[in-house]
């Protein structure tokens, strides 16, 4: 009942010719050996209405990503420079483009897009403060986008308006952000009507109330083809307490703080952006605490010490029933937890079980798909099968 109110009532700079030349010169032989893999690969599945987006890093090893399971795949992260232009923190990122296109020859409906920035990313608040500025990351984000044969532009400001990893923000960033989405917007068009081609513009988003009371997101969300929600990390190293990283709803043993996502896509209703423009975050690792009071599992307890975050391979490899740890489920937040009582270890993490619960969610709700980050955490593809099969029921 809860559930249903609550949604119901809110439903660089260029590197030059040296780099761009390296990078038509090694695509072509990559997309000739992808030729090859796509005589074998299987029928494409059905998604229907549905978008799957997986971020890769620069720590991912392309070989092993399955193209046929995904929709869109982000390449993160370009940063940004003094001058507000794009560059690449990874020397091998231009080999890691030519290699997510190949791709494209075992699904040619994939997409894929650069994100820029990401946690601990600067320079967005100079790059947005000024009409120039502003023109000048948008010609950066087009050039790398027509460079490297990309769909587009996926925009990570973490926070416009907020401290977020000790980076430089403004008051004057909530209408910055919005002009600068307005001018990225209007040069992709421009490359787009050149090309023949509709380029995407995307934006990861947090979860919380804060983000919103930063951001013109009813303003923001015209620009933009859709909104990757970060639905996880909602208690992590600075958190007061143990939690849920990525639980769907608000837990019964919880404080009443609203960091669940449930709460989070209520938040995007409200400011006005459409179901199917939402698209539901989930994270493919855990995180932990140790020396939790105990009681309850550890849930929502004081700690001593944030431990780590664990990927799901991890986890599955030596945590789950291991070890001494012991896999609960809290059945009001829909969300597994790992508490190891001599330990007094807490882990909080997703699961196939929890993610069959946010696909019905996104079907329910008619959200426009699924995110996850990121694809190298799940390396025998546990997770990502879970969703893909989900959806397509």
Excluded at 88 to 113: C, D
Excluded at 149 to 171: C, F, H, S, T, V
Excluded at 181 to 201: F, H, I, P, S, W
Excluded at 230 to 242: H, L, P
């Amino acid at each position: 009942m809860v559930r249903r109110r609550i949604i119901s009532k809110t439903m660089g700079k260029r590197r030059g010719f040296n780099r761009v030349f390296l990078y038509l010169l090694v695509l072509p032989l990559l997309l000739a050996s992808g030729c090859q893999i796509g005589k074998k690969s299987l029928r494409l599945p059905d998604f229907g209405p549905y978008r799957v987006v997986g971020y890769v890093s620069s720590q991912t090893d392309i070989s092993r990503i399955d193209p046929t399971r995904v929709t869109h795949l982000n390449y993160a992260s370009a940063k940004l420079n003094e001058e507000g232009e794009l560059y690449f923190h990874s020397t091998e990122s231009v080999q890691h483009l030519a290699q997510l296109n190949a791709l494209k020859n075992r699904n040619p409906r994939l997409k894929i897009l650069l994100s820029v920035g990401g946690w601990g990313a600067e320079h967005f608040s100079d790059a947005a403060r000024t009409t120039s500025s502003r023109r000048r990351f948008a010609r950066s984000a087009a050039e790398r986008v027509e460079n490297y044969a990309l769909d587009g532009i996926d925009l990570d400001w973490e926070y416009p308006g907020q401290p977020g990893a000790g980076n430089k923000y403004r008051e004057e960033d909530r209408q910055n952000f919005t002009l600068l989405l307005e001018t990225v917007r209007t040069r992709l068009d421009a490359l787009g009507e050149q090309r023949g081609k509709a380029y995407l513009l995307t934006i990861a988003t947090a979860a919380n109330e804060q983000y919103f009371e930063h951001t013109e997101m009813d303003r923001v969300h015209p620009y933009v083809d859709f909104v990757n929600v970060m639905t996880y990390d909602m208690y992590t190293s600075g958190s007061g307490t143990t939690g849920h990283h990525a639980g769907l709803y608000g837990s019964v043993f919880g404080d009443g703080a609203v960091q669940y996502g449930e709460a989070a896509v209520a938040l995007h209703l409200a400011a006005g952006i459409p179901a199917e423009k939402i698209v539901l975050g989930v994270p493919f690792y855990g995180r932990g605490w140790t020396g939790v009071e105990a009681g309850d599992r550890g849930l929502f307890k004081p700690y001593k010490r944030f431990t780590r975050a664990y990927s799901y391979n991890l986890l599955k490899e030596r945590y789950i029933d291991q070890r001494g740890f012991i896999r609960y489920w809290d059945a009001s937040a829909h969300a597994p937890y790992l508490w190891n009582a001599d330990s007094t270890t807490f882990i909080s993490y997703e699961d196939p079980v929890s993610l069959r619960y946010k696909v019905d969610f996104i079907k329910q709700y008619g959200l426009g798909g699924v995110m996850f980050w990121e694809y190298s955490l799940d390396q025998e593809s546990a997770l990502l099968d879970t969703l893909v099969e989900a959806l397509m029921e």
